[in-house]
């Protein structure tokens, strides 16, 4: 039996459950410091798979598949939180998960998640669990308009999102999202959004990357900037439920929480995502170490690494949309010198996709999200 608490050192191999984007930098920082990398996904010639050693295709229920994936592993980790719990189940017969498949459970359910929240005094606005349109009806009621209805599973990006405006709209949101589970949440009136990437050594270590503001446009990230415009107390008591969340939730890796913060300054926990988050893309270029490598230093049981930024810092997405006119002006974009561009090697370009992202560093925050806007429309040149 391994001792998992001894360091999975460099040249061990590290498995990657997933294969989009987040996979791909985490590969990348893992190959930087000498690992090898094995992912796992239903495709092929994946962003994952073109810097891993190893790309293994097969669906997540095929245990047997994930069963061979395992053993030829130190440790695994996951850049997707829908792997199914059987199959992160049978991978943990062979080789440590982390973070562990009840990190997962919890975090792939909106139901759970927020019922998990609330019971342990977390802020969340409030919610009900949705099963019927009855209940949905009575959920109203209880939680008044304007509320969001979600499907407490597989959404992101606002996919599986519809906003009530009024009682009536219930009978057509419901119809709208099908016939799975579903949550209503009160729709929270926000000043600004924002995240906190933080992370949890084996030996309970935290660290963290302070706020990050985020904007979306169409409810899917479009820009993120550190450090965030938000009053010190709010700062120290987001990262104190930081703190407490991963000791809660017994987190060993990377977790990223996506506040909101209400006009009367109030904050509530919107979701947790149990792995790095597009709004730490920019801890990339801008921070001593950088989300995906803290991910690694985590999960293979290394002492973390220092977080302090070397300079404000902006990402923007760059999604599908910007390649409707044809290819963008890399050229263009390359001639913006504080900005850094990062490719994630999909071929099948469509609307609302993550391609790739920009990030820009300055002396402030603002002059960050100036240059990155910047560089991003200069994508566009003819
Ligand atoms: P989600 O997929 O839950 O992260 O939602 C995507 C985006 O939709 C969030 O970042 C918000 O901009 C918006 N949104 C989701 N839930 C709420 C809510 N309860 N109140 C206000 N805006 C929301």
């Not at 290394?302 to 930024?309: C, S, V």
């Not at 993550?354 to 402030?364: F, I, Y």
Request: with cysteine; charged share 20%; aromatic share 8%.
């Amino acid at each position: 039996m391994r001792d998992y608490l001894a360091p999975i050192l460099p040249g061990a191999v590290v498995g990657v459950l997933g294969s989009g984007q987040l996979g791909r930098m985490f590969a990348i920082a893992a190959r930087q410091m000498g690992y090898r990398v094995h992912t796992f996904s239903p495709e092929t010639d994946t962003p994952t798979g073109q810097v891993a050693d190893v790309e293994i295709t097969a669906p997540y229920h095929d245990l047997d598949a994930i069963r061979d994936f395992a053993k030829n592993v130190h440790v695994l980790t996951f850049e997707f939180e829908n792997v199914p719990a059987l199959a992160v189940e049978a991978a943990a017969l062979f080789a440590p998960v982390r973070p562990s498949g009840s990190v997962l459970n919890i975090a792939q359910h909106r139901v759970r998640e927020k019922s998990f929240l609330e019971r342990n005094g977390f802020p969340v606005a409030p919610f009900r669990p949705v099963n019927s349109l009855n209940e949905l009806r009575s959920a109203v009621e209880q939680i008044g308009c304007p509320a969001i209805l979600k499907t407490a599973v597989s959404g992101y990006d606002g996919k599986g999102q519809i906003r009530l405006t009024s009682p009536t709209d219930a009978e057509a949101a419901y119809a709208a999202t099908g016939s799975q589970e579903k949550i209503l949440e009160a729709f929270v009136d926000f000043e600004l959004e924002f995240s906190i990437v933080a992370a949890r050594g084996h030996d309970g270590t935290f660290s963290h990357w302070g706020l990050i503001e985020n904007t979306h446009r169409n409810h899917i990230l479009d820009l993120s900037f550190a450090p965030a415009g938000v009053p010190q107390a709010t700062s120290v008591e987001a990262v104190e439920i930081a703190r407490n969340l991963l000791e809660t939730l017994d987190v060993v890796g990377v977790l990223c929480i996506e506040f909101f913060l209400s006009r009367d300054q109030r904050i509530f926990i919107n979701e947790l995502a149990p792995r790095p988050h597009n709004s730490g893309h920019l801890t990339i270029n801008a921070a001593l170490t950088s989300q995906f490598e803290q991910q690694l230093r985590a999960v293979c049981g290394l002492p973390l690494g220092a977080t302090d930024f070397l300079a404000a810092a902006a990402m923007a997405n760059l999604l599908g949309d910007l390649w409707q006119d044809g290819e963008p002006n890399w050229a263009a974009a390359a001639d913006c010198p504080d900005v850094k561009l990062h490719l994630y090697g999909k071929d099948q370009v469509r609307p609302g996709r993550k391609m790739g992202h920009l990030t820009a560093l300055a002396p402030s925050a603002d002059v960050a999200v100036e240059r990155v806007l910047h560089a991003r429309e200069r994508l566009g040149e003819k």
